[in-house]
């Protein structure tokens, strides 16, 4: 079992936290360069019986001029051939704009999206659940998870459930 797994996410939300955690510290360190139009590898997982290659996908946000305009068809076209999507937001913020404008992009394509949500030891658990309420009225994703990166919480269960897509 193999396959590409696209992050996407807003800045701090923790994706390179997230990837520290289940790669190694120095991988996701060593190429965490300056975004680039490009997509661009930021860690290889070798399980046993599995490998996941995770891709950054930076230009997913509302274009303010031609070239973000470019850069959202390359970060789009990304969407679509790889196997799974991780859309990590933060517990701890609300849902606005931004959000909203990424999960119209999701309605575009047809690869599995799992709504990671990170940072749950900074909520309370009423307030996990009345965001994952509204986030199941936006979008059908494949899965929903509530992680936090930084203490390893699910971390484990959300590798297997990624595993068992591929
Ligand atoms: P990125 O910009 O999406 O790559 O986010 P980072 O991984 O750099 O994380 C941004 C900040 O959030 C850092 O200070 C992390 O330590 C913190 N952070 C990441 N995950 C968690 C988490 O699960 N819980 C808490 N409390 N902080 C986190
Ligand atoms: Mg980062």
Redesign the pocket.
């Known amino acids: 079992k193999s396959g590409f797994i696209s992050i996407i996410?807003?800045?701090?939300?923790?994706?390179?936290?997230?990837l520290?955690r289940v790669i190694g510290q120095k991988i996701a360190i060593m190429s965490d360069k300056p975004q680039t139009t490009r997509n661009k590898i930021q860690g290889v997982l070798t399980l046993s019986d599995a490998q996941m290659v995770f891709i950054d996908t930076p230009g997913i946000h509302k274009p303010k001029h031609k070239l973000g305009d470019f850069m959202m068809k390359v970060a789009q076209n990304t969407l679509k051939e790889v196997d799974l999507v991780l859309f990590?937001v933060n517990a701890e913020e609300g849902f606005g704009r931004g959000e909203e404008f990424i999960l119209e992009k999701f309605q575009t394509i047809n690869t599995p999206v799992f709504l990671v949500i990170?940072?749950?030891?900074?909520v309370h658990p009423d307030e996990l659940l009345q965001i994952i309420e509204l986030y199941k009225e936006k979008y059908a994703f494949q899965e929903i998870v509530p992680?936090?990166?930084?203490?390893g919480n699910n971390v484990e269960r959300l590798l297997e459930q990624i595993k068992a897509i591929l």
Request: charged share 25%; hydrophobic share 30%; aromatic share 4%.
């Open positions: 996410g807003r800045p701090n939300v923790g994706k390179s936290t997230f520290n990590m990170n940072k749950i030891d900074q992680i936090s990166a930084l203490e």
